[in-house]
């Protein structure tokens, strides 16, 4: 009964540690499957041990009892082991990395904020060399001064160190990598030195390139203004061709040729396309200033075209003019003579030998005269404007001398007849032009400067002298009057004088 009872307890106390082991070994599985293989090859093998001690003969009962007891202390301390070796792996969630912290997980942790500072300090300098370079760009493309010169080759110079620091940030990057789970903390700390450094060079150049770009602020404000004035400029200028066109066009359609403004306008072509060109081929500079002669040049050719009309319509009125001027200044002409021949009668030669050649002169300027009046007319048919318009110019100046001759004989007539009659008018009138000079001269004085004095004394006698050679049988009349309109212009002048400096003393 006991051993019948024995074997049961053992089969059951078998049993149960069996299930034991194998529940931790369960327990060990779902934690980590690498070791939860070799266990339950474990396990199957004790319990088929187990089953196969149950079985034994019953001659054998109390043997089978002593080994089936010592088989479930091998089947329940056979997996320890094998269960301890799994907890590290199950801990470790299938690596190596540590799940409490520790010196090495802080130093990993600054190194890696010092690569985030890096990283922050990198990207603001390349933002901020970018912004400047575009800055650089648009000096170099305004201005070529030496300023803008040296500016450029300042931004090549902090090119080339933000370049080193760059470099050095991206090797001390790549040289560690900080989200290894097997880090040391040894290589953490000297990550963290490594970019911390970089980090400081790069916030270093930052600081240059800001101070750089401050210094830029004339230079580019000069050149963005420029800028500024190019786009609206090349447009002003293609406006102004295009309405230089169009008048040029409205003038042809009025049947009017206007061969020298289309040629003009055509010269203007090639300024147009270095002004399509842009400022990236030309420069702005010199775009500006073409756009500018473009600008001037095509205004002047669309008023001139829209002036045209005008321009043929006054010619002929003036073509009308000259020819009737020149046709009644041939009739004038021809009164010359009879008043040379008065003048000779009645005063001595030096009143009128300087008029004998008014009437030849006159015929001869008339006719000229008339010759480019047809010349201009020719030139209006033609539509040569500048021609024609030169010609006429040259028509009234010939006629002006004309009529100025033959005037100047009538006038030396109508003179010499009035002084002849009553000399003591024109003396009196030039005695008071002496005499308010002399005033003049003497006001708020003691003593008249002799600078005004003098000319006004030489003035006086010159006077007496004029007025002595009245005397005689055939007095040279025209000689007085020419000496008294000298004393005349002598006194006025010694008066504005006097007043320009009393003025400017003033």
Known sequence: MTATHTRPEAGAGGSSAVESVSGARNGAGARGRAGGGNAAGARSGAGSQGEVHARRAPGR???SAVQGLRDVLALALLPVPLLVATLPVAFAGGGTRRWFGGRGESQRAEAQAARDAAAEAFYELDTAQRDLKISIETINAVDNSPRGRKAAEDFAALGRRIDDVSHAYITAVD???LDRDDLEPSVAASARTELTRAKDDLVRVKGELDRFGQGLGTLLGSAETQLARLAPAVERARQALLGASNALDAVRAAGLRADELAARLAALAPELTKLNQGAGKHGVAETLQRADVVLRDAEALRAEAERLPER????????????TRAQALTTRAGSVEPVLSELRRRFSAACWQDLQP?????AVNVRQAEEKLAEAAKARDEQRWADA???LSTVRALLNAVDEAVSAAGDRLQRLDAVAKDP??????????VRDAQRLAMAGRHTPDPRHARPLDDSVVRLDRAIAGLEGRHP????????TEAVRQTAARVVSDIREERGGGA
């Open 61 to 63: 009962r109390a043997g």
């Open 175 to 177: 040289a560690h990598d």
């Open 312 to 323: 043929a319509a006054e010619i002929d009125r003036r073509l009308v003019s000259l020819r």
């Open 358 to 362: 008014v009437p030849e002169q006159a």
């Open 389 to 391: 318009t030169s010609r």
């Open 424 to 433: 003591q008018q024109e003396i009196e009138r030039t005695r008071f032009a």
């Open 476 to 483: 040279d009349y025209w000689h007085f009057l020419t000496e």
